[in-house]
């Protein structure tokens, strides 16, 4: 009895798992890896970051701009009505009052010379910018002809469905109306299965491969007649830029080495079936669907896009994988983003230094666009002598006999 007391008491108990338990394995979990602990644990890039906060917050002043230009009484709108209407804009963070304070140089606030209430609008540097990217964007119609037939063209049975090409719109710098002014209009290159499907009249037609090359195939050529790499080297490698701190584990450069030279289907070639379960089959596959995200960022205007509007052309173009697991595979050629509540993929070869590496006509806009944005409370007072001196020129012109036109009465209630 004694012996039995002495193994079976709490107080002079020798082992700590009980008597029967002592050579047991503790076994450990293994650390999941899955796509969100590696979307956590990536290696950070402030300056794409701080692009994609800018963006951010200049999708939500363009948001409100929508809102507030569908109004019937005029392009202004108080600031009461304001207030319910930009939660339907994404603004949820901040007030209306204290989103319009932070931005003088886009919104104008006023008094109503009827209703004498507090009213806002946009600036008119704003709308002249917003003007100038409508008329560059109607007058590239020949690039936009080329950019759908190439998205269409990367699909699996040249049919794509309208609603993802629409969410990418401003990405992509089609016009608002794009089924008519591109679509219908150019009838002998697309043609309209449905409401929301468009395929290409010539897709039957054309065997083999199609005439367009990949962005990635220009980039092939420079590095193999620049750098007098072999064949072998180059023809199916993607260019590879990992960001600042970036820790290359042993093994990763032979790994990287193989993928580079793993043969795929590239995006413009026909393929009837991919076998996923052959030899090597899933590193072709995976891979082809690379160059598909590698040619469709390359149509965008300023190179990046979200990862969810991304993902509704997974089904038209074939990739059949985890998106967002695959991006963060090849951190070399991708990069996610998750500041400002949305993520946001670049491509790393696009940018050197925060800027885009071949700026465009409408990128430039938007960067003008951009730069009132981050003007703040910089340059105030210049905006407010030329407010006063357009009201000094509205005075002279009605001493001179002119007409004052409703609304020329403006107040400016945020002058500090």
Known sequence: MRIIYRFTSKHHFPFPRGPFTTTLQTRFRKPADTAQTRL???????KLDLIAFHHRRL???????NLVSTKKRGPFVSLQLLSRWAPHAGVDTLTAGEFLRKYPHVFEVFTHP??????????SNFVKLLELEDEIVCNMEDVSVIKM???????????????????????????????????RKHSEIFRMIDWEIVELVDWNDNEGTLSYLAEVEKWREREYKDKWLSEFEVKYAFPINFPTGFKIVAG????????????YVKPYERVEKVRVRSCGGVDRYEKRAVGIIHELLCLTVEKMVEVERLAHFRKDLGIEVNLR????????????????????????????GGCLVEPNAIYDVRRKMLELMLLGHRNT????????????RKYANSENGEAIKNGDFVIPILES
């Open 149 to 183: 037939r190439k998205i269409l063209s990367m699909s699996v049975n040249g049919r794509v469905h309208l609603h993802a090409i629409r969410l990418m719109r401003r990405e992509l710098g089609l016009p608002e109306n794009f089924r008519d002014l591109i679509i």
């Open 59 to 65: 999708a939500l002043v363009l948001s409100l701009y």
């Open 40 to 46: 956590e644990t990536r290696t950070r890039d402030p």
């Open 325 to 352: 697991e695959l991006l963060l595979k090849h951190p070399g050629i991708f990069y996610i983003s998750t500041r400002g509540n949305a993520q946001m993929v670049f491509l790393r070869e696009a940018y050197v």
């Open 381 to 392: 007072r210049e905006l407010r002598e030329l407010e006063e001196a357009e009201i000094e």
């Open 114 to 123: 009827v209703r004498k209430n507090s009213c806002c609008k946009f600036t």
């Open 252 to 263: 990763f450069k032979e790994k990287l080495r193989n993928w580079q030279r793993v043969s």
